[in-house]
């Protein structure tokens, strides 16, 4: 076979791996926009022939889905910041900086990231009641619980990741910033922090994923506050035996799906650098 | 890197952010996970109502001597075992088949590629449950067998749940392998290509040694989650499946400190579950030592 027919095989088959992957997502999108009845047809089409919105309405007035996705926001938004702030100046500390104890913090962070998360949720639901009777937006039934989780869950993998990044950048570069008279402050935040933004963005992703995805604290936690729910709780609502909403269920998960996926193909490019740039360090 | 004095001071002020959060959210809750796996903690000691009850190992060998768990035990490696293999396999195919076609194409397979990981996963084991839906599934609709259930068979749904870690896990492999061959040089494939090294030669000889790290990677870190799913079992087999049938460790470990209220017997399988992938962690540093990477 030449080179051309064997270029084009290649990207028949690339198309159709590419149909099959997504159409889990288009199905959702079309059952979203799909009217009831055609929702639960017992031989479903793969198109509509009357798109409608009313699954939306139902998703967001019945459940008051709008509440939770600001948590949800809220949430992320948070753990994002947050672990970028922390994550950043932790692992300057450890590329910049000898002192004892560094290689053992490195592999101490390296083995923390193996934890099973849901072992810990035992011990953390009794950690949160009790920050509740001290700190009570930090303890069970608030979203501060939930921040703290995913901010301690995060940090190991960012500042594992982060690390790469920082120490790419020639050292020479903070002694020519020292000599024009930067403090090692400006040269932290002004010089360092812009030149590793392919690593903050990839981080910040996986953070995102992380906070946003999450269920099992959201349900460990969060136990008799429904207000303060998040997205992934809520559309459990929608799901009862033998008769689920499968319209608002799919609108539900559409909104849950549009902000991750619109922060995606914002990062995409930086994102493929940022795990390239991993990747080489 | 400097070593100027007071630097240890400094690194210490940048550190401490990071370590109060990891010591007080990873560090005690760890501390306390042992602590409570050697108590009888349940209910009535939670409200206050009985002391606790000191049990030494007691949990572990009331765990160790049951059958339930080494068959969650075995569900799980094998489980496991099976997204894995599944997702590396399916990762760096395409990452190669990505090397292969123009822009376009491998813009459009990347396009797909993010939909399915930036999915939630409550979403993506939603969507997947409707698709596989007995009534009013399309898959049944398509292969004609209207009436499946797909998450009635013990062996068909962790089959499904598998193909959905699969589905949602794959990309981060394939981006990675593809960033990873993308940077191998130009030269050294022209060079290899001058020796005249065949396409199985080239790949077995030169790109796969220059991987190897990478691969060791991504490998671990499939063990790592895949060995750690909860959303899918949980929410696709309605916790756990009929009967528990469909139970992986931490699944297990949940339901019987949440659901039972055994927490003294929930963290004992929490603790052999750490205990199990901090195995799989030294394996892991020693590979990476052996790659040759600095710590």
């Known amino acids: 076979m030449n080179r051309r027919a064997s270029r084009g095989l290649a990207e028949a088959v690339t198309v159709v791996v590419a149909a099959v992957v997504a159409f889990p997502l288009y199905w959702m999108a079309l059952t979203a926009v799909k009217p009831e009845a055609e929702v639960i047809s017992a031989d479903p089409r793969p198109w509509t022939l009357a798109p409608t919105l009313d699954s939306f309405t139902r998703a967001l007035t019945v459940q008051n889905f709008g509440r939770y996705l600001l948590n949800s926001v809220v949430v992320a938004v948070a753990v994002v910041l947050l672990s970028l702030l922390i994550s950043f100046l932790a692992a300057t500390a450890l590329t910049r900086f000898r002192f004892r104890g560094r290689t053992t913090l490195l592999i101490m962070l390296l083995v923390v990231q193996m934890v099973p998360v849901e072992a810990l949720t035992i011990p953390l639901f009794f950690l949160m009641r009790s920050v509740r009777d001290v700190a009570p937006v930090f303890g069970l039934n608030h979203l501060g619980s939930l921040v703290l989780v995913h901010l301690a869950f995060s940090l190991p993998f960012a500042i594992w990741m982060l690390r790469g990044f920082v120490a790419a950048v020639p050292v020479e570069l903070e002694e020519a910033a020292t000599l024009d008279g930067a403090s090692r402050f400006r040269f932290l935040w002004q010089v360092l922090f812009p030149l590793v933004a392919p690593g903050l963005v990839a981080t910040s992703v996986l953070s995102f994923i992380h906070a946003w995805n999450d269920f099992l604290f959201a349900k460990t936690f969060i136990i008799s506050a429904a207000e303060n729910q998040t997205l992934p709780l809520a559309l459990q609502v929608f799901v009862k035996p033998d008769q689920n909403d499968w319209g608002a269920i799919m609108a539900g998960s559409t909104l849950m799906t549009i902000p991750v996926l619109l922060f995606f193909i914002l990062v995409q490019r930086r994102l493929v650098a940022g795990l390239a740039g991993a990747v080489k360090s | ?295």
Request: aromatic residues 12%; hydrophobic residues 55%.
């Open chain 2, 1 to 295: 890197m400097r070593t100027a004095k007071g630097d240890g001071r400094i690194a210490f002020a940048y550190l401490a952010p990071a370590l109060l959060v990891l010591v007080g959210l990873m560090g005690y809750p760890i501390y306390q996970l042992v602590l409570i796996s050697l108590f009888d903690y349940g209910q009535e000691q939670v409200s206050g109502g009985a002391p606790l009850t000191f049990l030494g190992l007691g949990n572990y060998t009331a765990l160790l001597s049951d059958a339930r768990f080494w068959a969650v035990l075995g569900q799980t490696v094998g489980f496991a075992a099976v997204c894995v293999a599944g997702t590396l396999l399916v990762g760096a195919a395409l990452a190669v088949l990505a090397t292969r076609v123009r822009t376009w194409a491998r813009m459009t397979l990347f396009l797909a590629a993010l939909g399915a990981w930036a999915t939630p996963t409550v979403a993506g084991s939603t969507i997947w449950l409707f698709l596989f839906d007995a009534n009013f599934g399309f898959v049944n609709e398509v292969l004609g067998t209207t009436g499946l259930s797909w998450t009635y068979d013990k062996w068909l749904a962790f089959g499904l749940v598998a193909a959905q870690v699969i589905w949602c896990s794959f990309p981060f492999v394939m981006v990675t392998l593809y960033a990873g061959i993308k940077s191998i040089p130009g030269e050294v494939l022209e060079a290899a290509a001058l020796d005249g090294a065949s396409t199985v030669k080239t790949t077995t000889s030169v790109i796969l040694p220059l991987l190897r790290p990478l691969l060791i990677v991504v490998t671990i870190q499939s063990v790592i989650w895949d060995f750690k799913v909860f959303t899918q079992i949980y929410i696709m087999t309605n916790g756990g499946g009929i009967a528990g049938r469909n139970l992986v460790l931490n699944v297990y470990a949940y339901q019987q400190a949440f659901a039972a209220s055994e927490y003294g017997l929930g963290a004992s399988i929490g603790v052999v579950m750490t205990a199990l992938l901090l195995l799989v962690t030294l394996g892991y540093l020693r590979a990476l030592r052996r790659s040759g990477e600095v710590l």
